[in-house]
């Protein structure tokens, strides 16, 4: 593998490990469907402020969101939904693999 394709595939990476936490999933999905201020997706969460502003930061430093500070609240939302198509991706392989374990049982 060259470097440049070395370049990519950490790149592609990043991003990924960024999403790998279901908090953050969280976080996305509900950007997802609207802009929203930390202290209401600490609330959504169930997390404090500062933990959720720590998830945030990953996802902002993986260029999944960005940030709009307004006054003293900083809003977020998603930089690129295409994102969220992943989560159909994912969904897909849930349910393929539920059912192939179901067949598998079912023997």
């Given at each position: 593998m060259d470097e440049e394709t070395?370049?990519?595939?950490?790149?592609?990476?990043?991003?990924?490990?960024?999403?790998?936490h279901p908090t953050r999933l969280f976080i996305v999905d509900q950007?997802?469907?609207r802009e929203t201020c930390v202290c209401e997706l600490a609330t959504m969460t169930g997390a404090d402020m500062s933990?959720?502003?720590?998830?945030?930061?990953?996802?902002?430093s993986a260029g999944i969101v960005e940030?709009?500070?307004?006054?003293?609240?900083?809003?977020?939302?998603?930089?690129?939904?295409?994102?969220?198509k992943f989560f159909d991706c994912i969904e897909g392989?849930?349910?393929?693999?539920a059912k192939e374990r179901l067949k598998r049982y079912s023997k």
């Open positions: 070395r370049n990519l595939f950490r790149d592609r990476a990043a991003v990924m490990k960024a999403l790998a950007l997802g469907k933990t959720v502003s720590k998830h945030l930061l990953i996802l902002k940030d709009d500070k307004r006054g003293l609240q900083v809003f977020y939302r998603i930089k690129f939904p295409c994102v969220l392989v849930l349910v393929a693999s």
